[in-house]
Structures are given as C-alpha cells and as structure tokens.
C-alpha cells in the first residue's frame, strides 16, 4: 500500500488525505517540501534519482524532496526524510513555498503545495541506493549553465525552483 499525502488549497489549507499514486494519477494538489544543501564553499548538494523511481528516474534534482505524512509537521518531515534519504541530519530553515504543476510521460502529475527548506553541512553523505543513484556538490552557476544547455537531465520541479531559490538568497543576504 503507498503512503497518503495532505490534499491542500492554494493557501496550504489541509482539504484531506488520499493515497500517493492516486494523487499523481488525478494531479490533485498537495503538500509537499523540496530541500537545498549547502556545503560551507557555496556548493549545493544534488542527486540524481534512482533508477526505481515512479517518475523521473536517473534525473538530476535537489538533495531531497518528499510529502509529509498526514499529521506530521512539514518541518519534522523534512528532518527525517533528509535522513533516510541522504544519511544525515543539519539543521534546515525554511526559505519560501510556491504551487507547481507538471505532467509526466507515464501519465502522472505532480501538483504541489511545495516548502522549501536550507541548510548547511560539511559531513558524509549515506544515501539509501533505493532512493539515490549518485550525489554531488555543485557550485550554483555551474547548475545553472548546465541547466540551459541540457535541462532534460534535471527534474521538472528542479528547474522551477532552483530560479525561485537562486532569486531568494540573492534577496535575503
């Protein structure tokens, strides 16, 4: 059975839950979180999808994204999915949300509700082969040139919010 994701309004506003695939299948919007790594040279943490995903395998995106599960914090599920994912724990703070919508070639939609969350750690890295094919820092304009010149090799949701987050921290510092 897949785990239920939060149904919300464009306000964020919890209207239900439903299961995961369901919610893709019907592109219904939810509550979901996007995180952003950081090591202390400027470099931000990707990884590239395993090859098992149920959309956008082998792809490159953030260091980590998920659903918070029904009654769960989006903070608290940050933390812990950056964890299982990714190996490791620092302390994130959240940065912005925005609403996207995009539809994959298996029929799928992602429709979210999307927190995005920083943070900053200079440790190892132990990520779950199950959800991770490979990870790397990256200095931001090296991204973003390589995002120009191949985008088919990142995520949809990447490419939308890599912007958004590049125009956040130019304003915030």
Known sequence: MQPSVILVDEHDRQTGIMDKMEV???GLLHRA????????KGEMLLQQRAAGKYHS???WSNTCCSHPLPG??????ATRRLEEEMGFQ???RKAFSFIYQTSFDNGLTEHEFDHVFVGTYDGPVFPDAAEVAEYEYVKPDQIEADIAVYPQRYTEWFKIAFP???MYLT???
């Open 24 to 26: 893709h299948e019907k």
């Open 33 to 40: 979180f996007s995180i952003f790594i950081f090591n202390s």
């Open 57 to 59: 395998p082998l792809l």
């Open 72 to 77: 769960e914090e989006v903070q608290d599920a």
């Open 90 to 92: 620092t302390p994130l």
């Open 164 to 166: 958004k987050l590049s």
């Open 171 to 173: 304003t915030s510092e």
